[in-house]
């Protein structure tokens, strides 16, 4: 039974870790899902609140465009839990790391309000993992210090033991950036050497993480002249030099690329998650949804399906729009019956597979084209062909199947229509912010241009180049304005990936 159940509130004070989503512990994701309301910073990934319910309120908290003072935060904790709420209060980081929980923690306290507290990775291990510094290292000394950089007003910063500080192997200091040549000085005057190695680490774990290496004597100079702006981790230590060997992040292929989804947002999911292992940043944009096709022509197909000798599929959608049919009929696979099965490709066998049938023939091309090349053309005249499709889909197929004396019935399964569309997403690629625009079929073209006027399209078109992912797509892409940089050569998802990881490695040089 849960405390709202039991009519008391809870409070978790969870540390989502810096910024990558994927830090985030499970004991975290388990709590998000439970809360009725998130207080969450600025610095939090917003992609964490997916792990809330559709009903969860989500409250910006903490600094930036939203700052609440840490005690109107403490007073909301409060009230809500009071009222019966689970809440959680989602922070960069860990909460117990500079990162105010402990007063949080303190002030729930004296309210008599329960809490947990869920630790999270903090910025200052993550920012030098993602940087490729170890922050301990036994060739490096055994010390390690975190510091703050942004000491309360009040606090007299002369109660920091700079000697001591300095005779540590590594310091990491949070939120220093504007203090930077004052923590410099200090260090320096304590006994530091100049020529110690000094990392940067910006925006660390995101798709856009830079890291700069200078030295302490220099650092305040090298972050001016690197624009490098907050927030901003400062590693201080012989140990940064193991970034030439061991740094990862900033290796991977398409790092600091900002790469536009199109695929229908029920199938982004994978090709997303791919992109990122490669460093990229995401941005999605969902050109096209799906919805049922024909109907009545739908229910006759199932109907006489024991009468087809030969049923193709020709995509993902197809096979769950036409088995949803075959199963709210109240019949199952068996209805098949001796028909032969036929995909376009190996992602649509795999979900044949998954939905308990078995494709007889897939192509080694995955185009109608290969299709027919793997099909026995000569060997169906008189056979009655199935091809549950997209209500408008290329006749390459159906007519060439029909000229060798084929009886086929094309069955509009499913049709393509315009998604809801994130206006921000739209606003960032329209304004020329992307480096790739990932094309998955024709249709994600199509629908692509018309979500822009003809001006705002022509100037994306000149800034932004065309990944897609075989040469009917690439084409399509190329009579509609685009310039292809990227076309796969296995016509997979799992072929574009791979060509987008080349066109990275290659640009990177």
Known sequence: MTAVAQGRGFVYLVGAGPWDPGLLTLRGRDVLARADAVLYDYLVNPALLAHCRPDCEHVPAGERPHRITQDQINAALVERAQAGQIVVRLKGGDPFVFGRGGEEAEALSAAGVPFEVVPGVTAAVASAAYAGIPVTHRGFGSTLAFVTGHPRAERDEDAIDWAALAGMSTIVFYMGRRRLRDLADALMGAGKPGATPVALVRWATRPDQRTVVTTLAEVADTAEAEDLAPPLTIIVGEVVGLRDHIAWVERRPLHGRRVVVTRSEAQQADLAERLLELGAEVLPLPTIAFEPGDAPAMAAAVAALHTYDLVVFTSVNGVDHFLDALYAAGRDPRAFGAARLAVIGPATARRLRARGLVA?????????????????????????????RAEVAREVLPDTLRAAGAEVDVVPAYRTVGPAVDPAVRARVAAGEADLITFTASSTVTHFCRLFDAPTLAALQARTQAACIGPITAETARQAGFRVAVEAERYTMGGLVDALAAWGAAAAG
Request: charged share 30%; aromatic share 4%.
């Open 360 to 388: 007889d023939v897939v192509p080694g091309e995955f185009v109608a084209e290969g299709l027919l090349a793997a099909l026995d053309v000569d060997g169906l005249r008189g056979r009655r062909v199935l091809i549950p």
